[in-house]
Structure formats: structure tokens, C-alpha cells
């Protein structure tokens, strides 16, 4: 297990370089990052100090194992456009896309697990098919239609939730949370509704075909001969055997949630990270464009090398097959 | 003819005719395909044809004749006085076009990187296939706007809105080609063991032509389905890219141009510049992805 421990490590290590090297190569030969700090009036001697300054006279490799030093440190240099520290910006923008991501991840898995058991359950209910039935339309509907639907009836129709923004903040060292407000809490409704609703029915779908294959099995019919509780049999026994699948796929879309953040964020104009990127790409700030690649995919190389680990600390026959074949 | 007849009276035509999903979702299909190829036929105006646009007729409520000149639009306009319906079918016209194009590219470049990765294996294997793993990691939403972004840097601005369909279709395409490869790659390490292309070797036909014209031919079928589902995918990211503001540009509205549009108006009351090119996109990914799962079906020999 050590050994398939330590290659996944290398692997993820090994993106994560490649991706650095895409990163640098962006900020190295897209546009001329001279011209972009210095603007129109500039003299030759500006110009030879700010190649120096951002070691533009090096050669190739060590330029990249400069960029990948100063990235450890979480220097990004400059935002061409707002002339301040990339990772200063960031900073500011991230507690509001984390806030959303989990307020949205939770709702994801606490209705999906739920929903999942329940159509699971009472699978030929009048209810339950209701709920099915609409999940499909749900996956087919693109993720800014949901959003500006959401929009139109609550914001625009019924006027009880703000239809952009993240309401009133409070400071709390530098993390600003829209939690401890009234209009904070309002305002995060639609746009977790909207990011996490994909998600949610993907979990509901897993966990009801799941538990639909385990409530089949010798062992739920032998603990419903024991006459153990419905509840006990439902959940103890039957949900838990369903879990290695669900926490995989809960834990790769706990990834793609902030990277479809950037979709939720336009639509409700939220002032995080994804809504930065967007800007970014529309007026090719490549520093900013850099840094949010690398960090984004520090996040998918953790969650991924996470998941595949937490196999063997939820299902000891997998650690038992991986030292038999010699992994 | 024979050919016709031949379709005709063939396993997959039979399971069609027996599908009613499947029959709506074709006609479905094409109709909105036909509409968009003539679009300049069928559409009462050219929207972006400055001179036959009155802004008198702005905000025209649908099928309602406008108070002050009197014409009627069935879908209504803008706050320019363009015509809804038509704004559709050219936008409809854009959205089918990059969504074809970028699953074409796609298609040809992971068939062609998936075919020298089964057929030669070894290290181009190898190489192929870790970078089409490093990028499945990544949503593929994200890995086009980055390609987007990247290109946008490097074309001059004065091109940018006159290049921005192709790097719509290169961004949807490059970050589509990973399916294909795979699928591929698995069918040819399956065909290249069996003995009509040992017979190739042995008669000794060079590796490009028994790639091309032994191998490729059999690994088709599931080709043509994640094709269809992928047309699926890619219209919905050139709507999504378009929404963002960083796909079709303004003076070549796809449907995604034209919801984002829309959007602006959805307080104002004029939910008609909205509502109409959603529900044109909607109806149009949605019998897309059912024909999609459909042929999935039918093609499955498992399922037979």
C-alpha cells in the first residue's frame, strides 16, 4: 500500500509541474509582459530594468524553476490590470467562491443522500418518480438557464430573495463572511441552489441505483429475518455499503463545483475567484489567468489524490487486494 | 437506391421506428437544423443588416401589432427593434455551426491520437494517453476558457471578434478530443491482434494505410455515438462560453449571445428576448442528448 501511496504522490507531483510549465509558458510568450506593465511611455532603460526585475534575461529552464519557486510562495506577480499583487486579489476574492462552494457541496450531499434513499426506498412511489422525473430535466438544463430561471421567479416575480451580489459581509481577521448578516444569508440561497442543483442530482441518481442494487443482496433479506428496524437495515446496513462509490464521485465534484463557480458567479454577479477569472480572460490579464490555473489544479490534484487514499481507509478488502496483486 | 432500401430495411431503422423518443427527437433535430440552414429564406428580416431595422419597432410585444408602426413579429423584438424569430435562426445558425465544427475537430484529432496510440504503444502510448488523463482531471468548461483566454492573448485585438467563432471551435474542439481517443484506442488494441490485420502486415501494407483503412472502419460505431452526445455537450459550451461574454461575439449573436442579452431585460418586463432563444437551445440540446442516448442504445450489442 506504502509503494501505490508514494506513485500516486509522484503522479499528482507530475501534473502538477506540467500544469506549472503551461502556466509559466502563458505568462512567458502570451503578450509581451514588459509592455503590459509599463504601458505607452516607457524609455529602453525602463525596459531593461523590468526584464531584469522579472528575470526576463534568464534562460528558459531556469526562468521556470524561478516561477515555480516564487508559485510555492504563492507569488503570482502583478495583475496587469488592477497593477496589485495577483495572490493580494485573490486573497480578498476566495472566501466568498469557498463560502459558496461549501454552502453548495452540503446541499448537494445532504438532498442527494437523502433523496437518493428515499426514491431508492419507496422506488415505485408517486413521489418518488416525481422527484426522478424532474432530476433529468435538472442534468439537461445548462447551469446559466438554472440560475437566471431561479432568478426570474424569486428575485423577479415573488421579490424575496436579491438577485446579484453577497449582501452585507463582516470582516473577520482577513476572511470576509457573508454569514453572520441577514442579507448574506439571503443572498447565498439562489446561487448554491444554482451551482449545487447539478450535483446534487448526480449524487441522488448514484445513491438510489446503489442502494437499489444492495437492498437485493442475501444480507438485507437475512437482517430483515432478524426483524431489525426498518431504519436500521435502510441505513446502517444498506446506506454504508453504498459509500465508496458515492464519496468518489462526491469528492470529484466537489472539484468541478468551483470550477462551474465561474458560471454561477457571472449570473449572480458574486465577487469570487471564478467572476476574477472571467474578467481576467476578457481583458487578458495572463498573471491572474497564471495563478488561478495553478491553484485550481493544486485543488483537483489534492481532491483526487485524497479520494483514491480514502478508498482504503473506508474499504479494508481493497488495502487486502492491492498487497495480493503487489501493487 | 439500394443503398436507401437498404437502410430501410435495417436492425437500427426497425429500433427507430419503434422509439417514439426517438422519432420526436429526430424531427426535432432537423427541423431546427433546416431552419438554421435557411435561415436568410425563412427569416422576415436580416437582423444584422443595419438598414432594414427600425428602432421605432423596439420592444414589439410578440404577435402584438407595435404601437407605433403598426407591424406585428410573432416572438417580438429587442430594444433595437430586431426581430426576435429571426435573431433565432441566425443565432441558431452559429451555435449548430461551432457545435459541428468543434466536434468534427474533435473527433479527427482523438481518432488520429487514439488509433497511433493503440496501434503503436509503447512510449507515444504512454505519452498520448498521460496527457489526455492530466486533462480529463479538469472540467472540460474550464480547459476551454483557458484556451479561449490563451488565444484571445495572442491574436491582435483589431482580428479578435473576426477570429472569435474559429477559437470558439478550436477551445470547444481541443477540449473534447480526450473521449475519442479513448474509445478509440480501446477498439484498436483489440483489432489490431485479430488476423485481418495480420494479413495486412504480412502483405505488407505500410502501418498508415492498415490504421486508416483496416482498423479505423471497425471502431465507428461507438465514434458516431459519443459524436452525437458530444454535439450535445458542445452546444451547451458554446452557449455557456457565449453567456460569459467570451465566445460568439456581438456582431455574430449565437443563441448564448443572445440569452445573455436577454438577460439585461428580465427586470424590465420584456421577458420575450429571454424566453425564446432559452427554450430554442433548449429543445435543441435536449433532442440532441436523447438521439444521443438513443443510438447508444441501439448500437449496444450488450442491450440486443
Known amino acids: ?327 | 437506391m439500394e443503398a436507401v432500401s437498404n437502410f430501410l430495411a435495417s436492425d437500427l431503422f426497425y429500433r427507430f421506428r419503434k422509439s417514439p423518443v426517438a422519432v420526436v427527437a429526430f424531427i426535432v433535430t432537423a427541423l431546427l437544423v433546416l431552419s438554421a440552414l435557411f435561415a436568410p429564406l425563412i427569416a422576415p428580416q436580416n437582423p444584422f443588416d443595419a438598414g432594414s431595422l427600425n428602432l421605432m419597432n423596439g420592444f414589439s410585444k410578440p404577435g402584438e401589432p407595435n404601437q407605433f408602426t403598426d407591424e406585428t413579429f410573432i416572438l417580438g423584438t429587442d430594444d433595437q427593434g430586431r426581430d426576435v424569430f429571426s435573431t433565432i435562426l441566425y443565432g441558431l445558425r452559429i451555435s449548430l455551426f461551432v457545435g459541428f465544427s468543434a466536434v468534427m475537430f474533435a473527433m479527427v484529432l482523438g481518432s488520429v491520437l487514439g488509433l497511433v496510440a493503440g496501434y503503436t504503444g509503447g512510449r507515444t502510448d504512454t505519452i498520448i494517453m498521460r496527457i489526455a488523463d492530466i486533462q480529463l482531471t479538469f472540467p472540460a468548461i474550464l480547459v476551454a476558457l483557458l484556451i479561449f483566454g490563451i488565444a484571445k492573448g495572442i491574436t491582435p485585438p483589431s482580428y479578435r471578434n473576426e477570429v472569435a467563432i474559429w477559437v470558439l471551435i478550436l477551445a470547444i474542439g481541443l477540449s473534447d478530443w480526450v473521449q475519442f481517443a479513448r474509445v478509440v484506442r480501446g477498439a484498436t488494441l483489440v483489432e489490431r491482434n485479430k488476423e485481418y490485420v495480420q494479413a495486412a502486415k504480412l502483405i505488407g501494407r505500410k502501418p498508415m494505410a492498415i490504421m486508416l483503412k483496416h482498423i479505423l472502419p471497425n471502431t465507428l460505431g461507438p465514434v458516431l455515438v459519443i459524436a452525437t452526445i458530444s454535439l450535445a455537450l458542445a452546444i451547451i459550451a458554446e452557449a455557456t462560453l457565449s453567456f460569459l461574454g467570451v465566445g460568439a461575439p456581438p456582431t455574430q449573436p449565437s443563441l448564448g449571445t443572445l440569452i445573455r442579452i436577454g438577460q439585461g431585460f428580465l427586470f424590465s418586463g420584456e421577458y420575450w428576448i429571454l424566453l425564446y432563444p432559452a427554450l430554442t437551445l433548449l429543445a435543441l440540446a435536449l433532442s440532441v442528448n436523447l438521439l444521443g442516448d438513443w443510438l447508444r442504445d441501439a448500437l449496444n450489442p450488450k442491450l440486443k
Open chain 1, 1 to 327: 500500500m506504502l509503494a501505490y501511496v508514494i506513485r500516486r504522490v509522484f503522479q499528482s507531483i507530475f501534473v502538477l509541474l506540467m500544469v506549472g510549465l503551461v502556466a509559466f509558458s502563458m505568462f512567458r510568450f502570451v503578450g509581451d509582459p514588459v509592455e503590459n506593465l509599463l504601458g505607452q511611455e516607457r524609455t529602453q532603460a525602463d525596459i531593461e530594468r523590468v526584464r531584469d526585475q522579472l528575470g526576463l534575461n534568464d534562460s528558459f529552464p531556469v526562468q521556470y524553476v524561478k516561477f515555480l519557486g516564487n508559485a510555492v510562495q504563492g507569488n503570482f506577480g502583478i495583475s496587469y490590470r488592477q497593477g496589485r499583487q495577483v495572490s493580494e486579489i485573490i486573497a480578498e476574492r476566495a472566501p466568498a467562491t469557498l463560502e459558496l462552494a461549501g454552502v453548495s457541496a452540503f446541499f448537494a450531499v445532504v438532498l442527494g443522500v437523502g433523496l437518493g434513499v428515499f426514491t431508492a426506498i419507496r422506488r415505485d412511489g408517486f413521489m418518488a418518480n416525481i422527484i426522478m422525473t424532474t432530476s433529468l430535466i435538472g442534468v439537461s438544463l445548462p447551469t446559466f438557464l438554472i440560475g437566471i430561471l431561479l432568478i426570474y421567479v424569486f428575485a423577479v416575480e415573488l421579490g424575496w430573495l436579491p438577485s446579484f451580489g453577497r449582501g452585507e459581509t463582516v470582516k473577520i481577521g482577513w476572511w470576509s463572511t457573508g454569514f453572520l448578516t441577514e442579507s448574506g444569508l439571503k443572498a447565498i440561497i439562489l446561487p448554491a441552489i444554482t451551482l449545487g442543483l447539478y450535483q446534487m442530482t448526480l449524487i441522488m441518481r448514484l445513491v438510489r441505483a446503489e442502494m437499489l442494487e444492495v437492498l437485493r443482496t442475501d444480507y438485507i433479506k437475512f437482517a430483515r429475518a432478524r426483524g431489525l428496524s426498518k431504519r436500521a437495515i435502510n441505513f446502517g446496513h444498506a446506506l454504508k455499503n453504498t459509500l465508496v462509490p458515492v464519496i468518489t464521485v462526491t469528492g470529484l465534484q466537489i472539484g468541478s463545483i468551483i470550477a462551474f463557480a465561474i458560471i454561477t458567479e457571472t449570473v449572480f454577479q458574486w465577487p469570487g475567484v471564478g467572476l476574477l477569472f472571467i474578467n481576467a480572460i476578457q481583458f487578458v490579464d495572463i498573471p491572474v489567468m497564471a495563478a488561478y490555473l495553478m491553484l485550481i489544479s493544486v485543488m483537483f490534484v489534492l481532491i483526487n489524490l485524497i479520494v483514491d487514499l480514502l478508498y482504503f481507509v473506508i474499504d479494508p478488502r481493497l488495502s487486502a487486494d492491492a498487497s495480493t496483486r503487489g501493487h
